[in-house]
């Protein structure tokens, strides 16, 4: 049975994900312990609110060194949600906020006016299709191996990173004729803006992908 620590930060849809892990048959821990990070066999890094309070909880609770000490293994990790945009190397919500720099790029508000000026609804919450990005012919390599151009998944977000590289970015989906970074992906760092364990069976398959990996 593959093990899968879950990063407790004090910030972050913790119970949710854990159920959604046990489902695919990995062994779940919820941790804030520095040690059991830095030695789990594949990490999750969960989150929900501003960017500025996630980067305060990693900091505040200690456990920075050790996703860092992580990383460096090799061993694979997903951020969801906030924990996605954590990745990135700054973020422009509510003023300029560093990032853990994993992925290379900036969160950026989801703008609140379409190309016409008329207003966009912010947050971007509910359903929207992965799609392949412009030169992405599939999704080999990726934890979406399994998923089809066109499944759905549910996305509860205000900002959006935007990648220094093309080849980092490896689903958009579109919402309201805006293209959002769904899936990111840097070495063995991918990051999901959409919520997996709320996305019923398709998002089931991406967390048992990355559970077997």
């Known amino acids: 049975m593959s093990q899968v620590v879950v990063i407790d930060y004090g910030m972050g849809n913790l119970k949710s ?3 959604g892990l046990e489902k695919v048959g990995a062994e779940v821990l919820i941790s804030s312990d520095p040690d059991e990070i830095a030695t789990a066999e594949r990490l999750v890094l969960p989150g929900v609110g501003a960017f500025e309070d996630g980067m305060k909880g ?4 200690g456990v920075l060194p050790a996703i860092k000490e992580f990383v460096l293994t090799g ?3 997903i951020g969801i949600c906030l924990g996605m945009q954590m990745l990135f190397s700054q973020s422009d919500e509510q003023g300029v906020h560093q990032g853990l720099g994993f992925i290379p790029g900036t969160v950026k508000k989801i703008p609140s006016h379409d190309d016409a000026g008329f207003r966009r609804k912010i947050p971007h919450i509910g359903w929207s299709a992965l ?6 012919s ?8 399994e998923t089809k151009e066109g499944d759905f998944f549910y996305f509860v977000h205000s ?4 990648t220094e590289s093309d080849t980092d970015l490896i ?6 004729e805006q293209m959002i970074a769904a899936v990111v992906q840097k070495d063995n760092i991918t990051g999901l803006q959409f919520h997996p364990e709320k996305s019923c069976g398709s998002g089931l398959r991406i967390l048992k992908q990355f559970a077997d990996s």
């Not at 990693?58 to 609770?61: G, K, Y």
């Not at 599939?138 to 191996?145: G, P």
């Open 17 to 19: 994900v854990h159920r």
């Open 58 to 61: 990693l900091t505040e609770s």
């Open 75 to 77: 061993r694979p990790l």
């Open 131 to 136: 799609l392949l990005p412009a030169g992405r």
């Open 138 to 145: 599939d999704w080999s390599r990726t934890l979406l191996t």
């Open 159 to 162: 900002y959006m990173g935007v």
């Open 171 to 176: 689903a958009e989906c579109e919402y309201d």
